[in-house]
């Protein structure tokens, strides 16, 4: 399994409240990824990083930012969480992007309820 | 724009049937194609990919995969499934000029009974 781990696992949060989930990985790959997974819509991009302070916007970035401080930490914020991001959220890596076809590899996911 | 179909929300088969998942695509460019499975409470799991070279893919768990051009389709198979095969599928695909984006389908929940 990829060194990938997501913390908390488990979380239940108040409409309005800022919520920080984090993302830390063993395995030194340049990509990480936020994903959020939802009946029906199998999983979408948040946000994704190339590198160090290089982060980039996904399909449904809206109402979540991220950082990336260090190689082996990603972490994404919900500014002011609503009932909408109540949802699973899990993290990913890949060594690179490019042409190369590279695996994607998922970390065990962070349940978040918005009450 | 790129684009995965999982036709079936469902499939149901007895243990030691053939297990098919079905999965087309659409991309502008030349198609990157991943299976993963995800068992309940878990991450998703990479099973296999097509990348280039020979349509036939064989991934983990004696699972393979079919790329076929023609009919834009990639699908599952499992020629004699397991009960421990029941879980959610899901079929991804990533145009090869795409620097990032990585598409997936809305998943198939297989159900194998004993």
């Known amino acids: 399994d990829a060194g990938i781990t997501q913390s908390p696992r488990h979380k239940v949060t108040e409409t309005g409240t800022p919520v920080t989930l984090r993302c830390h990985q063993t395995?030194?790959?340049?990509?990480m990824y936020w994903y959020r997974q939802d009946p029906g819509h199998g999983l979408r991009l948040i946000h994704y990083?190339?590198?160090?302070?290089?982060?980039d916007k996904g399909e449904v970035s809206d109402g979540y930012s991220v950082s990336r401080s260090k190689t082996e930490d990603f972490l994404l914020t919900l500014e002011s969480a609503t009932s909408s991001q109540t949802s699973v959220y899990f993290c990913?890596?890949?060594?690179?992007?490019?042409?190369?076809?590279?695996?994607?590899?998922f970390g065990e996911g962070s349940w978040l309820t918005v009450v | 724009a790129q684009s995965v179909a999982q036709p079936e929300d469902q499939v149901n088969v007895a243990e030691g049937n053939p297990l098919t998942v079905k999965c087309t695509y659409s991309?502008?460019?030349?198609?990157?194609l991943f299976w993963y499975v995800q068992y309940p409470n878990r991450g998703l799991q990479f099973l296999l990919k097509?990348?280039?070279?020979?349509?036939l893919v064989k991934g983990s768990y004696g699972f393979e995969a079919e790329f076929n051009k023609s009919q834009t389709s990639f699908h599952l198979k499992k020629p004699s499934a397991l009960v421990s095969d029941s879980a959610l599928y899901f079929c991804?695909?990533?145009?090869?000029?795409?620097?990032?984006?990585?598409?997936f389908g809305a998943g198939t929940t297989v159900t194998v009974r004993a």
């Open positions: 990913a890596i890949s060594e690179s992007m490019g042409s190369s076809g590279n695996t994607i590899y």
């Open positions: 395995e030194n790959h340049r990509y």
């Open positions: 990083s190339y590198g160090v302070k290089d982060t």
């Open positions: 991309v502008s460019g030349n198609p990157y």
């Open positions: 097509y990348i280039t070279g020979d349509n």
């Open positions: 991804a695909v990533r145009d090869a000029r795409s620097d990032y984006k990585l598409s």
